[in-house]
């Protein structure tokens, strides 16, 4: 197994990627084919889909879903999740953990034009920051197309840290009912490449949002990898318990 590339406060262009363990590989890449045809399955046969914004919302569940593909293969390779964001040699924030899985998101020629030494709004990466990734993109949102409404949990006690990378087996609560990536409202959608994710603040506000991309509700992934659909009534004390990794008390999920 390579170490982790993005251990250390400067990151380097040249990070080698491995296959690492073919086994695990193969499962994750399925489950992302899978993913897939359930979504053509969805688009191809209207009499299924109720309405435009029921497939619209299907598409973006997938999206969470390949987005969680992706983590657990970057995981399966260097032993850890990634960091929120890389830094360089004096802190500044380089690079969100959107670009360092890539690579196992079939965007292995756009990683590779990437200049990881360099901020992600630097001149050198202009390229790669217009690029539109589809996965990146719910269709139900306004605003630009470079834009992304899926942000990491990064709080203190949540699944990502700013700067570190780490590691499941620190997750001891329930994967399946402790958040990773959410869905936020328009208004809070940033670059793509940007190195701003979600805090406690903003994934508590959420449900009282007005500009969901989702009239109900927002999509989310959690640590196991499973997507989830949270509805507008969920509770600031549920949202809170899903956003901790440690000193849960299940009961509070339990209640819903």
């Known amino acids: 197994m390579d170490s982790n590339p993005y251990e250390s406060p400067a990151s380097s ?10 086994g695990k590989r193969l499962f994750f890449t399925m489950l ?16 299924m889909r109720p309405s435009r914004e029921a497939g619209r919302r ?17 995981e399966q390779e260097y032993g850890a999740l990634p960091p929120a964001y890389t830094v360089d040699a004096e802190g500044q924030p380089l690079h ?5 899985i890539l690579p196992f998101m079939e965007q292995k020629a756009l990683y590779g034009v990437i200049d990881l030494t360099k901020p992600w709004d630097d001149p050198v990466n202009k390229k790669a920051r217009d690029a539109i990734l589809p996965t990146y993109l719910c ?8 834009q992304t409404t899926y942000l990491a949990i990064v709080t203190p006690g949540g699944c ?3 700067t570190e990378s780490r590691k499941l087996s620190d997750i001891t609560d329930d994967h399946a009912k402790t958040l990773m990536v959410v869905e936020v409202d328009a208004k809070h959608g940033v670059p793509w490449m940007s190195p701003t994710d979600a805090d406690e603040e903003l994934i508590l506000s959420l449900t009282s949002s007005k500009s969901l991309s989702h009239a109900s509700g927002m999509n989310a992934v959690f640590v196991d990898g499973h997507g989830s659909f949270l509805d507008t009534d969920t ?14 008390d299940d009961e509070t999920l339990d209640e819903d």
């Open 235 to 248: 509770t600031a004390s549920h949202l809170r318990a899903m956003i901790s990794i440690a000193g849960r």
């Open 13 to 22: 262009n040249d990070a080698n990627i491995r296959s690492g363990s073919p």
């Open 58 to 74: 299907a598409q973006c569940w997938n999206n969470l879903r390949q987005i969680a593909v992706g983590l657990h293969l970057y």
């Open 139 to 146: 269709l139900s949102k306004d605003g630009s197309m470079e």
């Open 160 to 162: 990502f840290l700013p």
């Open 32 to 47: 992302a084919v899978l993913g897939g045809l359930g979504l053509l399955v969805a688009l191809l046969l209207p009499a």
């Open 96 to 100: 969100s953990w959107r670009t360092l």
